[in-house]
């Protein structure tokens, strides 16, 4: 059974820093991305990952977040930087077999599997 579990959320000040986990259990994806949702927000994509280390971002966390993996420990991380307010959210990753973006990436219907969210409230 394949299993997603986000960690790394909590409280944090506005222009600090936080770094989110996502341990998969049983399988090792082509793919996988990280989303947040705001409340009263879609759910929006923030950072994409595939299996040959190319990387996309929304353009409102270019240049602050990082997503990286490490396949050993089957482990994906998005390293957040100079936060905002506006950054607070749940944050959720997502994974697919798949190990192209393709051109709808950042749609939140085209990704197969969802960890159950850690949240992350960064304050001014």
């Known amino acids: 059974q394949v299993q997603l579990l986000e960690s790394g959320g909590g409280s944090v000040q506005a222009g600090g820093s936080l770094r989110l986990s996502c341990l998969s259990s049983g399988y090792t994806f082509g793919s996988s991305c990280w989303f947040r949702q705001a409340p009263g927000k879609e759910r929006e994509a923030v950072a994409g990952i595939i299996s040959d280390g190319s990387t996309r971002y929304a353009n409102s966390v270019k240049g602050r977040f990082t997503i990286s993996q490490d396949n050993a420990k089957k482990t994906l991380y998005l390293q957040m930087d100079s936060l905002k307010p506006e950054d607070t959210a749940m944050y959720y990753c997502?994974?697919?077999?798949?190990?192209?973006?393709?051109?709808?990436?950042?749609?939140?219907?085209?990704?197969?599997?969802w960890g159950q969210g850690t949240q992350v409230t960064v304050s001014s």
């Open positions: 997502a994974a697919r077999p798949s190990g192209a973006f393709g051109t709808f990436w950042y749609l939140r219907s085209v990704w197969n599997y």
